[in-house]
Structures are given as C-alpha cells and as structure tokens.
C-alpha cells in the first residue's frame, strides 16, 4: 500500500495581481479568486515572505536547528531569486501548509479557469514524497 501524501498547491501571479494580493489579498480587484480562496478556507502566503519568516524565525532560536536555513538565506539575499518569489504564492488550506489529495483536487479544479486569464499565471501542485522535492545544494545544506 502506498503512503497518503499530503499535497500543497502554489499560484504564480501577474506582477500586478501579486502586488496587491501581498498588500491584500482579498482585494476586489483580484476577484474572483478570493471568492475561491474562502470556499475552501485556503488563504495565499507570499513565497518569499514565507523564505524570509523562516529566515527570521531561524535567526532568533538558533539555526543550526534549522535545517534548510543557509539554502533558504541564500534565496532571500539574491535580487533575482527575491523577483521569481514575489510573484509566488503558497495556498493554505484551514492554516495548514499540506493537505489531503481531496481538498487539493477540489481547489485545484476551482482555481484552473483562472490560469492565464491576467491573474494566476500558472498553477502547481507539489506533494510530501522526498523523491518529488528538490534538496539543498551540498555546499548550502
């Protein structure tokens, strides 16, 4: 029997869309996709606020007990990597970074209509299975 992966969906936003939704994400202007959002109780979470939190979050309790501190520092210090971020948006499902394969499909489905249509750029689903996620560089771990 095969594990039950958990499962996160990410949005890229237009320049514009990501702007506002960092300031507010249920800003009108971005309708309908905060319509979608509360349906599923899932919220947006920038990535790169989310890179700079654990950043943060490392530095006041110690980061040798952060594993993926150096890699993840390294991203919030580079111009070019801090641009790809902003526009990068991690979906929360009722406060949870991962969620079931139902709750993801069923969000998934709502949100795909808007793919390419001046607010969500492209949608990606990513799963809890080691081998699908990348690992540090040897020289950042």
């Not at 700079?52 to 390294?74: H, Q």
């Amino acid at each position: 029997m095969s594990p039950d992966w958990q499962y996160q969906l990410r949005v890229n936003l237009s320049e514009a869309a990501a702007a506002l939704a960092r300031q507010n994400p249920f800003d009108e202007k971005l309708a309908p996709l905060p319509q979608i959002l509360a349906r599923h109780g899932a919220t947006l979470k920038n990535q790169y606020a989310a890179f700079a939190d654990y950043c943060a979050e490392a530095e006041r309790n110690g980061v040798e007990a952060y594993p993926l501190y150096r890699w993840t520092k390294s991203v919030v210090e580079d111009p070019a990597k801090q641009a790809k971020y902003a526009l990068v948006f991690t979906l929360y499902v009722d406060g949870e970074e991962v969620y079931a394969k139902g709750r993801a499909d069923a969000l998934e489905a709502d949100l795909q209509p808007l793919v390419g249509g001046g607010t969500i750029t492209t949608l990606a689903r990513h799963d809890t299975n080691p081998a699908n996620n990348p690992q540090p560089p040897a020289g950042l771990r």
